[in-house]
């Protein structure tokens, strides 16, 4: 199965399941936006607890806020998203479809990268053990055209883009002869710059002043309250501030399921330091990040930095969380050293002071903030397109199992009668009727075991209990594992312990 075939067959597994609905799905939906179903949102509630437990509960110096999502119109003046959240589009004049001119580029180049790589796999083949691979890349005629290119490209890119020259955006496009997907055609109107933010109106609908954004960024609400908090919860510099919550932003290339959507959530954390200590906290807070990912058990080999080399101007500092999701490496989490660029320009826009009085120093100043920033869809989409496996037995049988991560697991026990009589249901939901304080757990007694078993498999339920005849003499029930399929029989009285001992996020946060 391919990649593709692959990332189809998760989508749809997705639904199937209930994790995730298309918005709106019975009008034809609402393009890159999505509801989560019945377990979709216990398994995104896991994240946000695991997220919020190791930055705001195992942190002393971090608190939390839940800021709204409508702002003073001026704080996306201050912040810079009025004058340049932009995006640059351009238009096919056949088929009337619309691009990022950027992402155009960007495709084309990972084009040529593709190139270059599968003519280094044919010269592998070719010369088998004697190729040199570095010889060959720096010598082969054709992988030495297609790298010169790319970097033409990249660098022509990069500085058209930096200096806002959108003509020269599209020339590129033109020389690159870089068609439209769709019609075939190189007919493609002028560049514009497109801002991502979605306006609505609040109060009366005729005056200007009443245009207000939904935010983009969950951020600012951080940087505007940083003096509320530090004031009245007697914060200390260096000190955090962390929030959960929807941002919106009105993107062109929406595709990639859950990966860019219009309306998702953020997981954010902005921690305020000393002026010039912020690129030793922003190396800090990059290796806690990478801990806090490692610690679910995806694998070391599916996240990398990417570190910035052209900076956005506010910032001194900044890397990017990859993770290889079904179409590669992408980013997951950004990780910014974003000066006193902030506050310093609310302090300007409000006329308020956003100074700290240090009185380890005695000094007024602004502080430096280190700020990560994680996209929570983007984590399910990580956690739940690693987990996803199809499998075949060695019976000849087909499985679907995901394998989540045991404390995020929706549902974390189900509860299986062996037959509808005979005081087995009553007996398997007194267990469940004391267990469903402690865990999640799901009472299941239609169709044979082995199909209930599938269907937990499907939800990546890790534990099932089987309540037997004998459960009723012997008082013990057979616990079947998700991932090795083992069964074992149990004294009911041992089950809470041996299933908190593998759902606890307790463990998990210790290793982080
Ligand atoms: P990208 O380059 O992919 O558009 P970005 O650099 O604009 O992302 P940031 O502004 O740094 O993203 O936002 C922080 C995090 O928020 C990202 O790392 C990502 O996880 C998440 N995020 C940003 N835009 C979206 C979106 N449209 N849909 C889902 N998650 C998003």
Redesign the pocket.
Known sequence: MTQEELFKSLIAHAKEYGFIFQSSEVYDGLSAVYDYGQLGVELKNNIKKYWWDAMVRLNENIVGIDSAIFMHPKIWEASGHVGAFNDPLIDNKDSKKRYRADVLLEDYIAKLEEKIEKEVEKGKKKFGETFDEAQFRATNPNVLRNRVKADEVTAKMNESLNSGDLEAVRQLIIDCEIACPVSGSRNWTEVRQFNLMFSTQMGSVSEDAGTIYLRP?TAQGIFVNFLNVQKTGRMKIPFGIAQIGKAF?N?IVARQF?????E?E?MEMQFFVRPGEEISWFEKWKEARLKWHLALGLGESKYRFHNHEKLAHYANAAA?IEFDFPFGF?????IHSRTDFDLSQHQKFSGKKMQYFDPETNENYVPYVVET???L??TFLAIYSSSYCEEKLENGEDRVVLRLPAFLAPVKLAVLPLVKKDGLPEFARKIMDDLKYDVNCQYDEKDSIGKRYRRQDAIGTPFCITIDHQSLTDNTVTIRYRDSMEQERVPVDNLRKIIEEKVSMRKVLEQI
């Open positions: 960024e932003r993107e859950i990966f860019r959507m219009r998702f953020q990017d992408k980013e997951l989490e950004g920033s994680i996209g869809d983007r």
